[in-house]
């Protein structure tokens, strides 16, 4: 099985930044992708940014302030977050799109969330 971790989330002031990391572990062969998401208190949860065929696509609110990374050698994923706004208050997860069993299955596993939060 797979494991997803997240973790590096805090409470930081408008302007600030916070620094996510993913953490996948388990049986893996191989990671695809290690994409971010988002969900704010009373909507639904939301792409921070994708990364699909090799292409990265981030959500309109965050680009220019928010970049993605991998440290393929560590299973590691890292979101960096700049100038972050009240509205970016969310708990994020981490989505592993991974090949797992010695490389005979592909499959999404999720993380439990660290919780954003960003006061004005």
């Known amino acids: 099985q797979v494991q997803v971790v997240e973790s590096g989330g805090g409470s930081v002031q408008s302007g600030g930044s916070l620094r996510l990391s993913c953490a996948a572990s388990?049986?893996?062969?191989?990671?695809?992708?290690m994409d971010w998401y988002r969900k704010a208190p009373g909507k639904e949860r939301e792409p921070v940014v994708v990364?699909?065929?090799?292409?990265?696509t981030y959500a309109d609110s965050v680009k220019g302030r928010f970049t993605i990374s991998r440290d393929n050698a560590k299973n590691m994923g890292y979101l960096q977050m700049n100038n972050l706004k009240v509205e970016d208050t969310a708990v994020y997860y981490c989505h592993a799109d991974v090949w797992h069993a010695s490389g005979t299955e592909r499959s999404g596993f999720w993380g439990q969330g660290t919780q954003v939060t960003v006061s004005s």
């Open positions: 990364t699909l065929n090799g292409r990265t």
């Open positions: 388990g049986s893996i062969f191989s990671i695809n992708s």
